[in-house]
């Protein structure tokens, strides 16, 4: 795939209006293409196997589909494409689980045209973790709220949340305390927080981390 290559985009729900009305949106976009769309969870997985997007559009309340299982059969049938759920679940233990089970962006159906084609391009060019939940986090105090994360940002912030030290931290992932430094920088800035205590908490609350790690 080259650089003026379009993104290739299955869009899954089983409201046909609302499919319609996802393609209209994103064929605006000169980079998008839709190649693909679905109305269950068997659909979304034979439309994905057949056309290998770069990104798959996938509700949660559609007919013959288990989250957990589909995120997995997807990644089966193509480890090509990045997920983005889009939903009206805001449920924090079920964006942490679908985001530990490799979901790239996780979304609720009220966010912007705007926010949806940028959090599109972020997640194909592979810039972290986006959740957008409004209301639901306390990240932000926008009726449109996010959390960006990249995964080594979530390696250094678990790590803190099990109560390593910045030392053990960079002796664990092979990097130097000075690397671990600026990533907590990175997250203290992104989570609105002034300390490592806040910091996981604030994770906690967003379902960036596990509620089980240690640290508090």
């Given amino acids: 795939m080259t650089s003026s290559d379009p993104i290739r985009i299955v869009v899954a729900d089983d409201?046909?209006?609302?499919?319609?009305?996802?393609?209209?949106?994103?064929?605006?976009e000169e980079d998008f293409a839709v190649c693909g769309v679905a109305g269950t969870g068997e659909?979304?997985?034979?439309?994905?196997?057949?056309t290998q997007p770069d990104i798959v559009l996938l509700d949660l309340g559609m007919p013959q589909h288990d989250p957990l299982d589909t995120v997995a059969r997807l990644h089966r049938v193509s480890p090509r494409p990045k997920v983005i759920v889009l939903t009206v679940h805001d449920r924090a233990d079920l964006v942490r689980r679908l985001i530990d089970a490799g979901v790239a962006?996780?979304?609720?159906?009220?966010?912007?045209?705007?926010?949806?084609?940028?959090?599109?391009?972020?997640?194909?060019?592979?810039?972290?973790?986006?959740?957008?939940?409004?209301?639901?986090?306390?990240?932000?105090g926008?009726?449109?709220?996010?959390?960006?994360?990249?995964?080594?940002?979530?390696?250094?912030?678990?790590?803190?949340?099990d109560a390593l030290s910045n030392r053990q931290i960079a002796s664990r992932l092979s990097i130097t305390e000075g690397t671990v430094k600026r990533h907590l920088r990175n997250v203290f800035e992104k989570l609105g927080a002034s300390s490592r205590m806040e910091a996981v908490r604030t994770a906690r609350e967003a379902a960036l981390i596990t509620p089980e790690s240690s640290y508090l």
């Fill in 15 to 28: 409201h046909a209006l609302l499919r319609e009305t996802l393609c209209e949106t994103l064929l605006v």
């Fill in 43 to 50: 659909e979304v997985v034979a439309v994905t196997g057949a």
């Fill in 105 to 140: 962006s996780y979304l609720s159906k009220h966010v912007s045209r705007k926010y949806l084609v940028t959090t599109i391009r972020s997640a194909h060019e592979g810039q972290g973790v986006t959740i957008a939940v409004p209301g639901g986090f306390t990240v932000g």
């Fill in 142 to 161: 926008g009726a449109e709220q996010s959390i960006v994360l990249s995964p080594r940002e979530l390696e250094v912030l678990t790590l803190v949340a």
